[in-house]
T-cell receptor, first 111, second 114 residues
Framework: GIQVEQSPPDLILQEGANSTLRCNFS?????LQWFHQNPWGQLINLFY???GTKQNGRLSATTVATERYSLLYISSSQTTDSGVYFC?????????????FGKGTKLSVKP | DGGITQSPKYLFRKEGQNVTLSCEQN?????MYWYRQDPGQGLRLIYY???????QKGDIAEGYSVSREKKESFPLTVTSAQKNPTAFYLC?????????????FGPGTRLLVL
């Protein structure tokens, strides 16, 4: 089945800094999603992005499906951006027809 | 407000006891899911349901059971056969599973063993 790897595992930023989180996946995918888990455990969907680029405020994401990776960009980071960012990939029609999650990138934004 | 609710927020289980976690959604979604999250790890799929009265095992179904009698509800029972149940349990739903559409998550239930 699909393997999903995220890097870096941990990231500490000063407020106002920019960052790039990476997600590599081992096979072609029909669906790629980015989630943010806040310190209380709530998961919020950030992007549904099987290919191309999307932007939402200070966040943007790019998936290059042919090269099997996706990037999440956070600009002008704020303390409320802290938490864990998960990438999840889905390969409909494969033996694992479900979302497969990476282990996440834990982001800490310091004031 | 449309969304997914889970209860309780915290649950304590004694040895040999079965416990049931509640998950309700009012998003009119067909598909529902249960995930388990251990510290420092990603989410792993326990069970999923594409439609009422149908559900399938995920990657780590042993020691768990589910039912889907109503579209809105997908309760998860952690049985005594689950030897390491301490974890954070997340319920999710989506309009459709086949297309892999966006999943929306509830706030989670933390299960602890006494």
């Amino acid at each position: 089945g699909i393997q999903v790897e995220q890097s870096p595992p941990d990231l500490i930023l000063q407020e106002g800094a920019n960052s790039t989180l990476r997600c590599n996946f081992s096979d072609s995918v029909n669906n790629l999603q980015w989630f943010h888990q806040n310190p209380w455990g709530q998961l919020i969907n950030l992007f549904y992005i099987p290919s191309g680029t999307k932007q939402n405020g200070r966040l943007s994401a790019t998936t290059v499906a042919t090269e099997r990776y996706s990037l999440l960009y956070i600009s002008s980071s704020q303390t409320t951006d802290s938490g864990v960012y998960f990438c999840a990939a889905y390969n409909y029609g494969g033996s694992q027809g479900n979302l497969i999650f990476g282990k996440g990138t834990k982001l800490s934004v310091k004031p | 407000d449309g969304g997914i609710t889970q209860s309780p927020k915290y649950l304590f289980r004694k040895e040999g006891q079965n416990v049931t976690l509640s998950c309700e959604q009012n998003l009119n979604h067909d598909a529902m899911y249960w995930y388990r999250q251990d510290p420092g790890q990603g989410l792993r799929l326990i069970y999923y349901s594409q439609i009422v009265n149908d559900f399938q095992k995920g990657d780590i179904a042993e020691g768990y059971s589910v039912s889907r009698e109503k579209k809105e509800s997908f309760p998860l029972t952690v049985t005594s056969a689950q030897k390491n149940p301490t974890a954070f349990y997340l319920c999710a739903s989506s309009r459709d599973r086949e297309t892999g559409e966006t999943q929306y998550f509830g706030p989670g239930t933390r299960l602890l063993v006494l």
